[in-house]
């Protein structure tokens, strides 16, 4: 047994991520869920970008199994129900919730999975989102990135099974950083719009403010 908690270096991660490779790891708390208001998500989404199969022993729901598997931040999180059908609702809905300084929670049918990722792509293009489908199942999986991601690979892929639909929070104000140097050093390389694009998903600030930016830069 190795203690892993909130202080855990990455270097303790880099130890049991390599364990990983070669043998099962169990993560567990000595009360409640893992993951819960309870530390881990960092370790979960450093495997998943290593590769490493996670995978979650059934819960109390699916709401809590699909964060758990997420990486995505656990230690605030709001599950708001199926999204609405009618689009106007659905933008409304998340245009409310946006604001939330959580994880949000949604479930999600396949054959409405892309509308809805459309929605979340339109209003919040830089957040990270995360796809939970056919958890506890042969066919289980969590796969994340931006709602264009997703959509690009849903429709090559449609989607079959109940979903799980997450979206990370906002990035708080005081970890928002000077994003000029960013901009400059990828316009040395790529093009206006690819440059704003790879500095919001580095940063999770706003694309078309990081896109005007980079014109008067480059304009300089």
Request: include cysteine.
């Amino acid at each position: 047994m190795q203690r892993y908690d909130d202080h855990a270096s990455s270097a303790v991660r880099e130890r049991l991520i390599d364990i990983a490779r070669r043998e099962p790891v169990a993560l567990v708390s000595d009360a409640g869920t893992p993951l819960v208001s309870d530390p881990g998500y960092r370790l979960v989404r450093e495997a998943r970008e290593a590769g490493v199969c996670v995978t979650t022993i059934p819960g109390p729901c699916a709401a809590i199994a699909g964060l758990t598997l997420s990486g995505l931040p656990n230690d605030r999180f709001l599950f708001a129900g199926f999204l609405p059908v009618k689009e106007k609702a659905r933008k409304e809905t998340l245009e409310e919730l946006g604001a939330v300084e959580a994880t949000l929670i949604f479930y999600e049918t396949g054959p409405r999975l892309l509308r809805s990722l459309e929605a979340i792509a339109e209003l919040y293009a830089t957040r990270e989102v995360s796809v939970a489908r056919e958890l506890t199942k042969m066919h289980e999986e969590c796969r994340s990135g931006s709602a264009s991601e997703l959509i690009e690979h849903y429709t090559a892929h449609p989607p079959k099974g109940e979903i799980v639909l997450m979206i990370g929070p906002p990035v708080p104000s005081d970890e928002i950083v000077d994003c000029d140097a960013l901009l400059q050093e990828a316009l040395t390389e790529m093009s206006v719009s690819k440059a704003a694009g790879k500095v919001a998903k580095a940063t999770g600030l706003d694309r078309q403010t990081l896109y005007t930016r980079a014109v008067e830069i480059k304009s300089q």
